[in-house]
Nanobody, 122 residues
Framework: QVQLVESGGGLVQAGGSLRLSCAAS????????MAWFRQAPGKEREFVAAPSWSGGNTNYADSVKGRFTISRDNAKNTMYLQMNSLKPEDTAVYYC???????????????WGQGTQVTVSS
């Protein structure tokens, strides 16, 4: 099993910034990838961003393009999400996700972290 631990969530005013981290431990594999999802109250869990793990392009949800930046450190099995220009609609629990291949939808996810709360006040 793969263990995922998110950190960096918190309370911030609109226009502010936060940086989330996700560290993976346990069994990994050659095509192991990670991604960020989020879930707001009363809404479905949605894809946010995925880094490039094997030389491909990064992927972002349209709602966060230009504001969020994803990165990763393969040697540490750690993924980061720099969130700038935060909006109240970004308020959600942010989840780290991992899977055996490319991840850009929930169907690709094999493991989930416990989530970290991001609250953006207006």
């Amino acid at each position: 099993q793969v263990q995922l631990v998110e950190s960096g969530g918190g309370l911030v005013q609109a226009g502010g910034s936060l940086r989330l981290s996700c560290a993976a431990s346990g069994r990994t594999f050659s095509s192991y990838t990670m991604a960020w999802f989020r879930q707001a109250p009363g809404k479905e869990r949605e894809f946010v961003a995925a880094p490039s793990w094997s030389g491909g392009n990064t992927n972002y949800a349209d709602s966060v393009k230009g504001r969020f930046t994803i990165s990763r450190d393969n040697a540490k099995n750690t993924m980061y999400l720099q969130m700038n220009s935060l909006k109240p609609e970004d308020t959600a629990v942010y989840y780290c996700a991992a899977g055996p291949g490319v991840i850009f939808a929930r169907r690709h996810v094999a493991y989930w972290g416990q989530g970290t709360q991001v609250t953006v006040s207006s």
